[in-house]
């Protein structure tokens, strides 16, 4: 099974910040992220988000630009939210159906933390997502993985 964690596009500023939607630039983001993974030849097989405004809509035009919004929805989950415990985590992961691709679209700093927990980094600053940035984790067990790739707007020319 691989994970993509993807780590929100750059928002607007906002008063209520589960409101913040995505700026123009974080839209620009998202559309380049998917074309990158549309050209790795990805195919989700399940997609989450977290219930922010601005990480369901990173998935909601990651999905529409890759063209497989109609074939994969977009599913809102609270363990994708930094509140969530390591434990809580683990067990919503673990109860995924075994998929091919999985995409995580989520907020820093709990996403890169489980990418690093995944992979055995115990410094926190040997790994970070910048916004929209995404990491690739294959994993048989879902307690370790190796890093596919790590990809950021700024190495897709943004």
Request: proline residues 3%; aromatic residues 6%.
């Amino acid at each position: 099974m691989k994970l993509y964690f993807l780590r929100h596009a750059e928002a607007l500023d906002g008063d209520d910040d589960a409101a913040r939607p995505l700026s123009p630039h974080g839209r620009e983001q998202s559309e380049a992220m998917a074309k990158f993974l549309s050209k790795a030849d990805v195919k989700f097989s399940a997609a989450f988000a977290s219930p922010l405004v601005r990480a369901h809509q990173t998935g909601e035009i990651v999905l529409r630009t890759m063209g497989i919004a109609g074939d994969v929805k977009l599913q809102t989950v609270k363990e994708l939210l930094n509140e969530t415990s390591d434990a809580q985590w683990q067990r919503w992961l673990n109860s995924l159906a075994q998929g091919k691709h999985v995409l995580l679209v989520g907020h820093a700093p709990s996403l890169a933390d489980r990418v690093r927990a995944l992979l055995r980094i115990v410094d926190a600053n040997a790994l970070n997502l910048a916004k929209g940035a995404l990491a690739c984790i294959a994993t048989d067990d879902r307690r370790s993985g190796e890093l596919k790739y790590l990809v950021s707007p700024k190495s897709l020319g943004l």
